[in-house]
């Protein structure tokens, strides 16, 4: 009767639409405390590991995928798509262990999980999981940046651009960069999204505080009201970061405003 279960499941629908529109997401049945208050204490975590990871891949992925794609087919080229195919055979649990062990039991240099109580320490335990999220992200990142450098260049528009004496700087930076960063930033979203389901794994092994850490004690707890609430907020997460990107294309392509 707390819950409702007792009611018609039409009833039970339209009483849960109502929380949604009022954010009363229900109580959790393991914690006996609001849903609500429970996501606005962990969604700081998932978001600020998301966006680290995202800063760290871009840091990665576009100097290495352009300089790829401007020195085609040579000893560079060769040693970043290489590379990057090896990144993305990787699963993200297995790097996590292995940068671990390395950064954390070896080198000692930060710590093998949690959260910790100020900014700092925070930062600190960010630092790892990012870069296991990035590593992937990155070697999807560099081979199309890669490519699109590559098919771009050879464009008549970017040869007409030469022609005219513009500047080798100006045709990158409004010729080729420009155009790159259309498909870029499709599959950078995509990428986000698939990021914020990847916390689920990534927030279990270092113990962050976050939604994915409490999607799956949920799950083993099952606490369903939790559980939904969570579903439900990764699928508004993924539509929200999918119209950032469609106003993002009439910023970097003005054909779009069209």
């Given amino acids: 009767?707390?819950?409702?279960?007792?009611?018609?499941?039409?009833t039970q629908y339209f009483t849960y639409l109502k929380g949604l529109l009022t954010f009363d997401l229900g109580t959790s049945i393991t914690y006996q405390r609001p849903v609500s208050q429970m996501l606005l204490e962990?969604?700081?975590?998932?978001?600020?590991?998301?966006?680290?990871?995202?800063?760290?891949s871009l840091l990665i992925s576009f100097p290495l995928g352009y300089l790829a794609g401007i020195?085609?087919?040579?000893?560079?080229?060769?040693?970043?798509?290489?590379?990057?195919?090896?990144?993305?055979?990787?699963?993200?649990?297995?790097?996590?262990?292995?940068?671990?062990?390395?950064f954390s039991v070896h080198l000692r240099w930060l710590p093998a999980g949690g959260w910790g109580s100020t900014p700092l320490q925070h930062l600190q335990g960010l630092i790892l999981p990012a870069l296991t999220q990035a590593i992937a992200t990155s070697a999807i990142l560099i081979r199309n940046i890669r490519n699109s450098v590559v098919e771009i260049s050879v464009m008549d528009y970017v040869d007409f651009a030469r022609s005219k004496g513009i500047s080798e700087r100006t045709v990158r930076d409004n010729h080729i960069l420009r155009n790159t960063l259309i498909s870029t930033v499709t599959l950078l979203s995509m990428r986000i999204a698939y990021m914020l389901g990847g916390s689920v794994i990534l927030e279990t092994i270092y113990s962050l505080p976050g939604i994915g850490k409490l999607m799956v004690d949920s799950i083993f707890g099952r606490d369903y009201v939790v559980v939904q609430a969570l579903v439900f907020l990764f699928a508004?997460?993924?539509?929200?970061?999918?119209?950032?990107?469609?106003?993002?294309?009439?910023?970097?392509?003005?054909?779009v405003r069209f």
Avoid: C
């Avoid at 966006?51 to 760290?56: D, F, I």
């Avoid at 060769?78 to 262990?97: D, E, N, T």
């Avoid at 508004?236 to 054909?255: E, G, K, Q």
């Fill in 1 to 10: 009767e707390k819950m409702g279960l007792n009611e018609p499941l039409t």
């Fill in 42 to 56: 962990r969604i700081p975590v998932t978001l600020s590991l998301t966006l680290l990871s995202t800063l760290l």
């Fill in 71 to 102: 020195h085609k087919d040579g000893p560079g080229d060769q040693i970043v798509r290489g590379s990057a195919l090896v990144a993305i055979a990787m699963p993200s649990f297995w790097v996590a262990l292995l940068l671990m062990l390395l």
């Fill in 236 to 255: 508004f997460l993924v539509l929200v970061i999918n119209l950032l990107t469609d106003i993002l294309y009439s910023v970097l392509d003005p054909r």
